[in-house]
């Protein structure tokens, strides 16, 4: 077994700073319900709310107005008025960084004032496919967790994300990839070449833990998947947990996407070193949440996601017991072959051993996929997001944002 410091046996973090919400408020990320009461808080007629909330709407998640100036079929004197009270500012792009496979990894300051020491800031990757494109968006800044495989559970937690930063970040990867009505699509290598938008799939998958963020990370999601709007389908939204039990019905009930397990051991003692969440949670209450996860059926199942460390999880016992436990719960498992980082003590599994175990579970009937490893080489594939970029020199940070600003 591996021994774990005091850090890591400590099964959650503090939030070390709070948001504090800018003077003007940005519309990103409001709701229909939100947009009406905020056009009532500034003296728009009762009987008139619903209409201009659907117009700002429109101009918002469908054509991704930037200015209130663009909104043409808003009165000029409500777009003075939008304009002295709100904004429309999503995150920043700090950096940009293309990897060798087209995938994109963003560097976002978000925006409002700052408490601490420093800008809070989050990362999103963008993961082109021929016929999809898979946007990686966080949950907070930092991690709640201690995963002891995990590059972003060695961060600090900072703090939540508002549902507003949330949608930001889907924002302004449609943005930078042209993806808005009326846009021209971005060119660049690796870029989907099937499909209408670029955007077409989200995974709560990026920096954080989305369940202890739950009810903005569902507003966000619900504005996500609104059919009027940025309309991403709900089987195209997966949120992954490591396993917040309470909350895992929450997410059936309320946001009804997908649903991924960061699993990674059958076996409590060792789950306990790699996922200490398993102390509060252990992996049969876990599971038991997963069997009555609501909608789950054959036609959606719940993705288990198994990463591959060599000689830790990755025997064929492990595969045989994996089968084991997850009898019964209509499932696939997503191995991942592990994605170094810096000052890690866990190796990738050798790749035989991969396809070994996932022979294993291929012949009891569950789908086996392994994971391909997608923009490694800037620190953008699973576990390893960190905000690397915040131990970057001035200057080195100043050209990767004139990189990304000119591109």
Known sequence: MIAMTAAELTLEKTPLERYVAPA????VGASRAELAAMLGHIGVPERAQKMRAQQIWHWLYVRGARDFSDMTSVSKDLRAELEQHFTLERPEIVAEQVSNDGTRKWLLRLPGETVGERPHEVECVYIPETDRGTLCVSSQVGCTLNCSFCHTGTQRLVRNLTAGEIVGQIMVARDRLGDFLGQEHAKGP???TEGERFVSNIVMMGMGEPLYNFEAVRDAL???????????SRRRITLSTSGVVPNISRTGEEIACMLAISLH???DDLRNELVPLNRKYPIKELLEACRNYPGVSNARRITFEYVMLKGVNDSLSDAKELVRLLKGIPAKINLIPFNPWPGTTYECSDWEQIEKFSEVVFNAGYASPVRTPRGRDILAACGQLKSATEKLSVRERMALRAMAMTD
């Open 24 to 27: 003007k408020p940005s519309l």
């Open 222 to 232: 619900l504005v996500a998947s609104d059919g009027e709007g940025l309309s991403l």
């Open 190 to 192: 690796g870029l989907p």
């Open 265 to 267: 051991a059958v076996r």
